[in-house]
């Protein structure tokens, strides 16, 4: 019954901005070190960044001073600010998170993507 849902995705030119959200619904007793992972075609999926519950964040080496990972409990949302865009990460982004229910326990879910377009 649990559901994460990306937005935020799109067009964007090299250098640009965009942010992407991820909202969790269904019965949730807590969601666990929520994160953003992408794949681009032919590529391996990549981990971007996580977030633990003490606001401890790690990044991918490819995204680090450029892209900003936060989350706000009160909503089940988590949020990737992705600034000076690169062509390089074009890509579909992933929300990940393990989330707790009491039909389920502990288990891992992912959304279903948003695509996210850097070109010129």
């Known amino acids: 019954q649990v559901q994460l849902v990306e937005s935020g995705g799109g067009l964007v030119q090299p250098g640009g901005s965009l942010r992407l959200s991820c909202a969790a619904s269904g019965s949730i007793f807590s969601i666990n070190a929520p994160g953003w992972a992408r794949q681009a075609p032919g590529k391996q999926r990549e981990l971007v960044a996580r977030?633990?519950?003490?606001?401890?964040?790690n990044y991918a080496d490819s995204v680090k001073g450029r892209f900003t990972i936060s989350r706000d409990n009160a909503k089940n949302t988590v949020y990737l600010q992705m600034n000076s865009l690169k062509p390089e990460d074009t890509a579909v982004y992933y929300c990940?998170?393990?989330?707790?229910?009491?039909?389920?326990?502990?288990?891992?879910?992912w959304g279903q993507g948003t695509q996210v377009t850097v070109s010129s």
């Open positions: 990940n998170a393990l989330i707790n229910t009491q039909a389920m326990g502990v288990r891992n879910y």
């Open positions: 977030i633990t519950s003490g606001g401890s964040a």
